[in-house]
Every structure is written in C-alpha cells, then in structure tokens.
C-alpha cells in the first residue's frame, strides 16, 4: 500500500482521507498487576485496568492509600511489568525487555521524598546524573542542565548544596534532574505530599508550564483535590480498578461516588455543597474566586 505523509496528500490521490490516530503515550490493556505478600497472599495492585492516556494530556490520578496509583506508575516506566495484560509507552511494550531503557528514558518519575531524590552535594552535579547514567557525552550534558534548571526556574541555584534548598526547590531539581533526561512524559508520584502550601505552588506552577509549553505528557499522582483541579483530566482508583475518569470538574460533580472512594471534595466545592443543602443555590464553585463569586450572586438575587 502507498504511504501519504498527510492527509491532504492522500485525498489529491484520490484516496479517501483517513484521520491516522496518533500514538498513544500510554495505553493499558487489561492490565493486572499482583505482588506476592508474606501475609496478605496474592494483592492484586492492579486489577483489570484499561486506560488510553494521550500525548500532551495533563491527568491526575486520585486514590485513597493502597488503591493501585504507583504501582500503575511503576507499570508506566516499566519498573513493573504486568502479571496480565499489556502497558505500551509510545507504542513500546513494557514486557519487552529490550525496550526497557527507552521507555524509562521516556517516562520519567519523580517520587515523594525529596530528601531521597539528590545524590550529589552540588545541584548541577545532581542535575547531571540522570543524563551521564543514559551516556550523553559530556558537551551535551551542559547545556541539558542549563536548561533543565531553566526550565524549573532554578539557574540560579546551579552552585547550591540541595540539602539547603527548601522542600519545593529541592523538588524542582528532582523534576530538572528528570527533565535532564528529555522524557516525554513526567509522572509525579505525590511529590508534592511532603511540602508546605508555597512548595506545592511552586512544583505545581513549574508542572503547568512544562505541559503548556513543551507539551510534556504529565501524570499527576495526588491526594490533594485542588491539584487535581488545574489538571485536564481525572482518574480515581479504587482496589486497582479505573473506577472514575472525566474532567476534575465532572468528577467533582459526583461528590456522593467519591465519598464511596473515601475522597473528599476540593474545599471550595464542598462549601459549595453545603450551602446548597442548606437552601442557598450557589451551583458549582470548584474555588475561592468562583466561590465568593456565586455567593455574592446569590445574595443579592435575596
Ligand atoms: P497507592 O500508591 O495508591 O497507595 P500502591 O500501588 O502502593 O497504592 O499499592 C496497591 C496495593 O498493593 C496495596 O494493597 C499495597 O499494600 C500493595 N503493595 C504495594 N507494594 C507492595 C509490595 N512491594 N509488596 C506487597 N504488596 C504491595
Ligand atoms: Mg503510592
């Protein structure tokens, strides 16, 4: 069969223009993942997962404690391989062994601690450990670090112990030590769990741009509802399943599900709802702003 580069090319050969899907950066199929536990027997971490995550998507992934999220992260960057089912990461399978170091190069992860995170006494010398690990010749590695620290707005700290930094500039090094590496998806598993209100900001404020602006495919693990508000899409797990997946915003509207999955409902929403309960029709706020806004409507409609 003849290849057309574009669709266009195609219909002036008089070939019936056909939209080729692009590759998914994840896709899961059936997954199920299973540890062996001494006391607990077989857990199923994962239990039947099918999930289609697109190139340039920002998705958070919602979940009481034990509900499957890292171990779906691990499945990602092929730390894990499925016990059933299948991961592809931009159409690499993660069962295949050869394709492991390309997927992990590609699917970068950033973990809670951040004090876990730095291994070297120097930022620049942490930022350039992930790129020297996967063989980037030593010219390149400069400019991968001045643009990674760039990138998380950090260059100034190029010279700095990390151990001095704050929780959230800490976690901006891990991000650039992973961006350091080019991948083309960041997963973040709770990394913003251990940080004060300006770390989160700030780690929440560089993950936004790395999306916006270099199209990065991030996947954002949380427990903190607000996060989950300035992603693109929801997932929530429950027992290793998929059990909800919309806009935060429609999953928020579902306040009664969630609280099934032991979550709660970002604070300005579950405002929002009690003051529905208690006769005031505010509709839906999903922040502060939106918030004062419907109830200063309310108020003055009497
Ligand atoms: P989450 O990140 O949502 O808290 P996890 O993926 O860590 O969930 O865990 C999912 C389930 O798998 C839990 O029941 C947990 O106890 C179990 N689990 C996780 N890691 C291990 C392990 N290394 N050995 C045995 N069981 C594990
Ligand atoms: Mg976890």
Do not use: W
């Amino acid at each position: 069969m003849e290849e057309f580069t574009t669709v266009s090319e195609a219909a002036e050969e008089g070939v019936p223009a056909q939209a080729e899907a692009p590759v998914p950066a994840v896709r899961f199929e059936n997954v199920k993942y299973t540890y062996d536990d001494d006391e607990e027997g077989t857990v199923f971490a994962v239990n039947g997962v099918t999930l289609t995550i697109r190139a340039g998507e920002f998705v958070a992934v919602l979940g009481r404690n034990g509900s499957g999220k890292s171990t779906l992260a691990k499945l990602i960057n092929a730390l894990l391989r499925p016990t059933e089912g299948k991961v592809t990461v931009f159409g690499l399978d993660t069962a295949d062994a050869k394709k492991a170091f390309e997927i992990r190069k590609s699917a970068g992860m950033v973990f809670q601690n951040p004090d876990n995170q730095t291994v070297a006494s120097v930022v620049e010398d942490d930022v350039a450990f992930g790129p020297e690990n996967i063989g980037v010749p030593r010219e390149e590695i400069g400019e991968r670090i001045t643009a990674a620290l760039e990138a998380v707005g950090m260059t100034e700290f190029r010279h700095a112990t990390p151990s001095r930094l704050s929780g959230g500039q800490k976690q901006r090094i891990a991000i650039a030590g992973v961006l350091a590496i080019q991948p083309k998806i960041m997963i973040l598993d709770e990394s913003t769990a251990m940080l004060d209100p300006k770390g989160r900001r700030e780690v929440m404020d560089v993950v936004k741009k790395l999306n916006k602006e270099q199209g990065m495919t991030v996947i954002l693990i949380t427990h903190f509802m607000e996060e989950a508000l300035e992603a693109e899409r929801a997932v929530v797990m429950h027992r290793g399943e998929v059990v909800m997946d919309g806009t935060p915003e429609e999953i928020f509207a579902r306040a009664d599900e969630l609280e099934t999955y032991n979550l709660t409902l970002p604070r300005a929403a579950y405002i929002c709802r009690r003051l529905q309960e208690a006769g005031m029709p505010v509709g839906n706020a999903f922040n502060a702003e939106e918030l004062a806004e419907a109830i200063c409507a309310s108020l003055q409609k009497g």
